[in-house]
């Protein structure tokens, strides 16, 4: 017998694949997967007694894909807003590194992820970054969107290369926890694995050897960092006479299915191979800024042809999980970078957001957009909210005018996660109490009384 279906209907779905924006549209739900996509009045007929999520109003759009951020920083927002990123990694990230759990990764996480839930997220990327010897803290990050019910890949943001006072992971241990967090991965059911390199001025000529051999052998591709700031190509200028793109490319990696995060310090030429290895950038446009470490080229690398998502960053360098925030923050920063109101648009971002992210990370085939067949995950804005109450152009509403108060619904694999704005089978402010005693022990092991009031 074929499971019930359930119509999840509103004044616009933007559908982000073929039938684009459906005016008065609904999308038929049965079990996991999306089973139809069409108007409303076509479908509550072919499905009469079907019960029905949403009204004439509001917006449906798949679940947004934040497609690079950091749960391993989900105990330290708000902090050193004022250093640069490398003085801001010694003194603020690598003081924590070594004290980093696997519970710290799975309370952050579940906090975190019901964050990113409620302004519409249902697939993260996140590289967990720790140099804690005694524990495989990565692990943890998938415990939490396991217990979520949110879909993603998670990947161990490995370095053997110290920095400030830490002492780095050996390269076997590193591989250790690789092969423990590739396994944990495949013990759920909506949780991929990438080989993870931190960054690739952050690991020794034998480890970066390892990692693209590990991802190569495994048939996984990689999640890194790449051309985030200008003081980057300086050093690997230093280091091997050549930029880290270039140098990625020369051992392997940029073509081992990679995703990096930020590709802001990007040539013509280095966008030209990207592009030709396949390789995805994704932007980030909270981070940059908050860092000072420029702004991505956007316009520049699409036109070379180079798959991009959208992110987040990690809660040390953008403080919130809030994807529309950034949505809005990116268009907007490319416009006044470049004093063109024409340099980004909403389509493009939530394009970007949707399902250029999924693509970027492999899973095109079953989340992004909302398409027969594929998962039932999705997004409903409340007609009746600030937000979403007046909608002129419905792209523009959710990029620009929307927020996470303006979310109604969101479901993935079409369990209902989010229903009428209340979570519905986690409350996040249970573990309240838990976070704040987990952020105030990670501050004072990293002994960051300069920055926190909670490690005093």
Not at 386 to 409: M, R, T, W
């Amino acid at each position: 017998m074929s499971e019930a279906i359930t119509l999840v209907r509103a004044g616009h779905v933007l559908t982000m694949g073929a039938l684009g924006d459906i005016a008065g549209g609904a999308i038929a739900v049965s079990g996991e997967r999306i089973a139809d996509v069409g108007a409303f009045a076509e479908l509550s007929r072919k499905y009469p007694g079907a019960p029905v999520v949403g009204d004439d109003y509001g917006i449906v759009i798949p679940g947004l894909v934040n497609a690079h951020t950091h749960i391993s920083e989900a105990l330290i927002p708000g902090m050193a807003e004022k250093l640069s990123i490398w003085v801001w990694a010694t003194r603020l990230l690598m003081p924590i590194m070594p004290h980093l759990t696997r519970e710290m990764a799975r309370v952050g996480g579940l906090f975190r992820g019901a964050e990113a839930i409620r302004s519409g997220v249902t697939t993260l990327n996140d590289m967990f970054c720790h140099a804690n010897p005694a524990e495989f803290a990565s692990l943890g990050s998938v415990d939490s969107l396991d217990q979520l019910g949110l879909r993603g890949v998670v990947s161990f943001g490995a370095e053997d290369i110290a920095w400030g006072g830490s002492a780095p992971l050996s390269v076997t241990r590193i591989i250790e926890e690789h092969h423990a967090l590739a396994q944990r991965c495949a013990a759920s059911r909506r949780i991929g694995f990438r080989v993870g390199i931190g960054t690739i001025l952050g690991q020794s000529d034998a480890l970066l050897e390892v990692s693209g051999e590990l991802a190569r052998s495994m048939k996984k591709g990689i999640h890194t960092h790449l051309a985030e700031v200008r003081e980057e190509k300086m050093a690997a200028q230093i280091r091997w006479g050549k930029s880290t793109v270039q140098h990625a490319d020369e051992i392997g990696i940029l073509g081992a299915d990679c995703v990096a995060g930020h590709g802001v310090w990007v040539s013509p030429d280095e966008m030209e191979l990207i592009a030709d290895r396949k390789a995805a950038i994704i932007y980030n446009p909270t981070a940059n800024m908050i860092l000072g470490s420029g702004v991505c080229p956007l316009g520049e690398l699409q036109e070379h042809g180079v798959s991009m998502g959208i992110g987040t960053d990690g809660m040390a360098s953008n403080d919130s999980h809030n994807m529309i925030e950034v949505m809005k923050i990116g268009a907007l920063l490319q416009k006044v970078h470049r004093m063109d109101p024409e340099a980004a648009d909403a389509r493009q971002i939530l394009k970007m957001s949707t399902i250029d992210g999924a693509r970027a990370l492999g899973l095109s085939a079953i989340t992004g957009s909302l398409e027969v067949g594929k998962c039932a995950d999705l997004v409903r804005f409340d007609g009746n909210s600030f937000g979403a109450a007046v909608v002129h152009d419905p792209y523009q509403q959710i990029v620009y005018g929307a927020g996470p108060e303006s979310i109604a619904d969101v479901w993935v694999d079409g369990r209902r996660l989010l229903a009428d704005g209340a979570f519905v089978s986690f409350d996040p402010k249970s573990i309240v109490p838990r976070v704040r005693e987990l952020a105030k022990a990670l501050a004072r092991a990293g002994n960051l009384s300069e920055f926190s009031c909670l490690a005093r």
